[in-house]
């Protein structure tokens, strides 16, 4: 009914940049929060980045003044900016979003993940 897709990852070097981005699309009437959440390989998967609709963002604390998320509200689509990337950023990304289905029914709904790889 309401899916979310996300693309954009790779293998980066450290230090460089990747912008992913997350498209949400079906029977959506709006969509309040977003975010991006990570999971690297033996680790549990953990939040990034969220904003709400209102555009108040909020980060971990170890990808602040590095990654920047933004939304384009028209689109229905995030944004991850990421810079000055490390190794430890390592991780599938997963968008999720909070959805007002046109049935008035609120979803959750997460993508599949899109792999980033940081090399040093």
């Known amino acids: 009914q309401v899916q979310v897709v996300e693309s954009g990852g790779g293998l980066v070097q450290a230090g460089g940049s990747l912008r992913l981005s997350c498209a949400a699309s079906?029977?959506?009437?709006?969509?309040?929060?977003m975010g991006w959440y990570r999971q690297a390989p033996g680790k549990q998967r953990e939040f990034v980045a969220g904003?709400?609709?209102?555009?108040?963002?909020n980060y971990l604390d170890s990808v602040k003044g590095r990654f920047t998320i933004s939304r384009d509200n028209a689109k229905n689509t995030l944004y991850l900016q990421m810079n000055s990337l490390r190794p430890e950023d390592t991780a599938v990304y997963y968008c999720?979003?909070?959805?007002?289905?046109?049935?008035?029914?609120?979803?959750?709904?997460w993508g599949q993940g899109t792999l980033v790889t940081v090399s040093s």
């Open positions: 079906g029977s959506i009437f709006r969509i309040n929060a």
């Open positions: 904003i709400t609709n209102g555009d108040r963002t």
């Open positions: 999720n979003a909070d959805v007002l289905a046109t049935t008035f029914r609120y979803l959750e709904v």
